[in-house]
């Protein structure tokens, strides 16, 4: 409103510069890289492979996880077929979701989520199947082995593959003893 009146008393070119100016002030720097997002988009989601690994309704953990990486849109674009343990729409997730170790490490840190910690997550979100892409290799292949039989379909590395039975109904795995 300040403007409006200031540019209806104002005379020539000024009239019409400077609210351009400050309408053009107002739009954000999409020339930036900052502004510019390009999702990955993996055969295993757009190809619809999915299907054959992961059951309807199987609850998996994608890596990378959280905002740095695309699994709420790979979840969307395949119509909800799978659910996941993770999700990131807020700078803080609710409590249900921040209070696990794991989730706080991976949503507030950079630091790296070793087997242990994957596995002790899948039991306590009920997770079937771990995915990660191959190019972000955390977990890496190595890794993902730990969780079963590893497959690469798609872009995506597979834990259990494809066929197995899921983490959440294999029993715990314990040390032999002697």
């Known amino acids: 409103m300040i403007v409006a009146f200031w540019t209806a008393s104002r005379t020539g070119s000024a009239r019409v510069v400077l609210p351009a100016l400050a309408v053009a002030a107002l739009v954000p720097a999409v020339w930036r890289p900052d502004f510019r997002s ?3 988009r993996w055969p295993f ?3 619809g492979l999915y299907k054959v ?4 309704n199987e609850n998996v953990v994608i890596f990378p996880y959280g905002f740095r990486g ?3 849109l790979w979840q969307a674009e395949s119509g909800f077929w ?4 993770e999700g990131y729409l807020t700078p803080k997730p609710p409590p249900p979701f921040i209070d696990d170790r ?3 490490k991976l949503t507030y840190t950079y630091e790296l989520a070793g087997p242990a910690q994957i596995l002790g997550f899948a039991q306590r979100k009920h997770v079937g199947r771990v995915l990660s892409t191959v190019i972000d290799q955390h977990p890496s292949g190595l890794v993902m082995h730990r969780f ?3 497959q690469v379909l798609g872009g995506m ?3 259990p593959a494809c066929g197995y039975p899921a983490l959440n109904t294999q029993k715990p795995r314990t040390s032999a003893s002697p």
Request: net charge positive.
């Open 53 to 56: 690994c992961v059951p309807r």
């Open 148 to 150: 079963g039989p590893l």
């Open 157 to 159: 590395m597979v834990a």
């Open 102 to 104: 794991l989730e706080q």
């Open 70 to 72: 695309d699994a709420m």
């Open 82 to 85: 799978f659910r996941m343990a």
């Open 38 to 40: 390009l999702p990955q």
């Open 45 to 47: 989601f757009t190809r």
